[in-house]
């Protein structure tokens, strides 16, 4: 066993040295994780009835250590804040281009919790993203520890230009406690700062002063009355003498662990090769592989003996991802039957899962594994059973071709694509250090086709600007995407025309986008269409069609593209021809049947009502409307009795009719062929006033003759006759 021990020792150290300062990088993507993987299986610890007397042991023991030291001294293991021996020291880096703004903090933290140390570097002093390194001691860089309990994460503010990164610890162990550092490098830059990491023992409240342990004796009297219980204060502080030294044994059994948990010591006290302790230590980030060694030693452990099972599962297997992978066992009888089964499901043979008997041995054999195949195993032989559990390791995605830069204008499609090592491999894309999610699917379009990943931007703007990156647990790539403003080439520019009176004058221009709108111009004035200016828009095609061209349409006309500091430019040149123009003329007319009966051309309305006479009128050129009665003439445009005036439409109106508007309303359109009229009678009826000069002509035996006078307003209706009255 020690020749064992010694030998997997110097096997362990010859590798580190042998791989150099940075010899874990070597490790693919292993998770170096001082805690046990959630499902393992390990047998629970039994404790081991010692028969000889304790004092002679521990005489023997220590003999054993002094023999164990001397002849372990050649291998001893290097520290982790030391380079491997036989290799140059590997001191960091002097160098300060003082790159942080923000830098991590000492940390005191308890056993078990969880710690975040972040720090913010100075973007405006690099000439690129930086590259960041996390390390413990001087040269253990904490990289390929990234897994569940070591986390890095990264972001980029880019209105203040600041790199922010922050490394996270999940249930910090012992042997966490050390000194750490961290290194940011951008070509020619480089800074380094450092900070500690101390854990100690969880803390538990004070169990009280001292001077609660007093008492008051006496029942039922005041809390200050009665004589001390001195025996009590004696008793509380023999308990507390007690309880200080089960902590101080506690620690230092946990010291004696050296901050291993117990379930990698239940693993490692199952080993039975000699190549698998550096696998488990390398696996567990365990660097003290002497003190490991020497600690199994101590730990005696009684093995019970199967009846069922010569030789049980390993206690754990690990496989790369699509490789093949054997486990076995040896029964004590070769007609035992037995099942293995798969997180408790049981395994049937097929094509995946081949069973194989060969005398004893009982084979299963995982091909091409997946990540589906990691879980627990166990092969069951009536009431025993032995367990496993299967570690697959997903290979390093490297990256086959990466990114290139590229430069496009605005509006383009954008495809950056990058070919990897595996298919379907997990990639994460970025920009200027901010990771792009799901969440940006309206602007970025993710893309898998077999080893493929493309990122796609539909139509690029200029906020798409900048440095993109893809990484995977195995590599990463860089490129910048530059987008400009686009460049509008002309295809064919606008000429100067010259037309003759009523012809047709079109201008054309083509461009090479044909998304791009414009407006016209002519003299800086913006043309907009009419009866007889068409402007369109077709494809690359601009046009400017103006009819009937008349003397006022020359002038200089210009296309100007929108979004763009270019212009095209021509002239119109009116060619005049002397020809008598005589314009289209008509007398003016109203539309209204005057043929001089007044009752036709009287409207009636009701005193207070509203009054409104609309007349139909035509002519060329369009006439003028007067409107009178008598000598007066109404312009108003507003106000009760007013004017309204329309295309081939005049309106005379009035608001709330008084007896004063009975009259007659003559209408007079005029000009400078004719003119023309027609007179309109409105009558308002009203209550009449009371006839005037009411008397009495003739008085008989019993009758009497009244007459009277029309009254001054007869309301409308005519008042006539006389009355007679007779008297009974």
């Not at 980030?285 to 060694?293: A, F, S, V």
Request: glycine fraction near 8%; charge should be negative; proline fraction near 5%.
């Amino acid at each position: 066993m020690e020749q064992g021990q010694r030998h997997a020792t110097e096997h362990f150290l010859a590798r580190m040295r042998g791989a150099g300062a940075h010899a874990c990088l070597d490790v693919p993507q292993l998770e170096l994780e001082t805690s046990m993987p959630p499902n393992l299986i390990v047998p629970k610890k039994k404790e081991v009835k010692k028969k000889e007397d304790p004092k002679a042991a521990k005489k023997e023991e220590k003999k054993e250590e002094k023999k164990e030291e001397k002849k372990d001294e050649p291998a001893a293991e290097t520290p982790a804040d030391q380079a491997p021996a036989g290799e140059p020291a590997g001191e960091p880096s002097t160098q300060s281009d003082g790159l942080f703004l923000k830098k991590p903090e000492n940390i005191l933290v308890e056993t078990g919790k969880d710690i975040s140390v972040s720090m913010d570097v100075d973007g405006s002093q690099l000439p690129c993203k930086p590259t960041v390194k996390w390390f413990k001691g001087k040269w253990l860089e904490l990289g390929i520890k990234s897994g569940l309990r070591f986390q890095f994460k990264e972001s980029f503010n880019k209105e203040k230009n600041v790199y922010s990164y922050e490394l996270k610890i999940g249930k910090v162990v012992a042997a966490d406690r050390g000194d750490y550092r961290c290194e940011v490098t951008a070509k020619d830059k480089f800074d380094s700062c450092g900070f500690n990491i101390d854990v100690e023992a969880p803390r538990t409240e004070d169990s009280g002063n001292v001077l609660q342990a007093f008492k008051r004796t006496g029942e039922g009297k005041d809390e200050v009355a009665g004589e001390l219980d001195f025996s009590g204060l004696l008793k509380k502080r023999e308990g507390q003498q007690i309880e200080a030294e089960e902590k101080k044994k506690k620690k230092k059994d946990d010291d004696d662990d050296m901050g291993i948990p117990p379930e990698i010591w239940e693993l490692l006290k199952g080993v039975t090769k000699k190549s698998e302790y550096e696998r488990i230590a390398f696996e567990y980030g365990i660097t003290d592989l002497r003190g490991m060694l020497k600690r199994l030693k101590k730990a005696k452990v009684e093995i019970k003996k199967s009846a069922a099972f010569i030789k049980k599962l390993d206690p754990a297997y690990q496989v790369d991802k699509g490789h093949k992978i054997k486990m076995w066992v040896e029964l004590s009888d070769p007609d035992l039957q037995i099942k293995w089964m798969k997180n408790g499901q049981v395994i049937k043979p097929s094509g995946k899962y081949i069973f194989e008997n060969v005398g004893k041995k009982r084979i299963l054999t995982i091909t091409k594994t997946t990540l589906a195949d990691d879980a627990a195993y166990e092969c069951v032989a009536g009431d025993e059973r032995t367990s496993t559990e299967v570690f697959v390791k997903e290979p390093p995605v490297l990256i086959m071709s990466g990114l290139d830069d590229q430069q496009v204008v605005v509006g383009d499609k954008v495809e950056m694509e990058v070919e990897v090592s595996e298919e379907g491999a997990q990639v994460i894309w970025t920009k200027d250090g901010v990771e792009l999610t799901r969440e940006d699917a309206f602007k970025y379009r993710f893309k898998k086709d077999g080893k493929k990943h493309i990122l796609i931007i539909n139509e690029a703007t200029k906020e798409d600007a900048g440095r993109y990156q893809i990484m995977t647990n195995g590599g990463q790539s860089e490129a910048d995407l530059v987008v400009e403003d686009k460049q509008l080439e002309v295809l064919q520019d606008i000429a100067d025309l010259t037309v003759k009176a009523a012809e047709q004058a079109v201008f054309k221009c083509e461009v090479s986008d044909e998304k791009v709108t414009g407006k016209w111009y002519k003299n800086g004035v913006e043309v907009r269409p009419s009866k007889r200016i068409t402007i369109s828009h077709k494809g690359r095609f601009h046009k400017l069609v103006i009819d009937d061209v008349r003397p006022e349409d020359e002038g200089d006309y210009t296309f100007v593209p929108d979004g763009y500091a270019l212009s095209l430019s021509a002239k119109l040149n009116f060619l005049e021809i002397k020809i008598e123009y005589v314009p289209k003329q008509e007398p003016p007319k109203i539309h209204l049947d005057c043929s001089g009966k007044t009752g036709e051309n009287t409207l009636v309305v009701v005193a207070g009502n509203k009054l409104r006479m609309d007349v139909p009128i035509t002519g060329e050129p369009a006439p003028v409307a007067t409107w009178m009665r008598g000598d007066t003439i109404f312009a108003e445009k507003e106000g009760r009795v007013r004017v309204e005036e329309r295309t081939e439409l005049s309106s005379f109106v009035i608001e709330s009719a008084e007896r004063s508007d009975e009259g007659s309303y003559t209408i007079k359109v005029t000009n400078p062929v004719g003119e023309d009229s027609a007179t309109l009678h409105i009558k308002v009826v009203d209550v009449p006033d009371p006839p005037d000069a009411a008397h009495i002509t003739s008085v008989g035996e019993d009758w009497a003759i009244l007459v009277w006078e029309p009254p001054k307003y007869d309301g409308g209706m005519p008042v006539t006759g006389e009355s007679s009255l007779n008297i009974k």
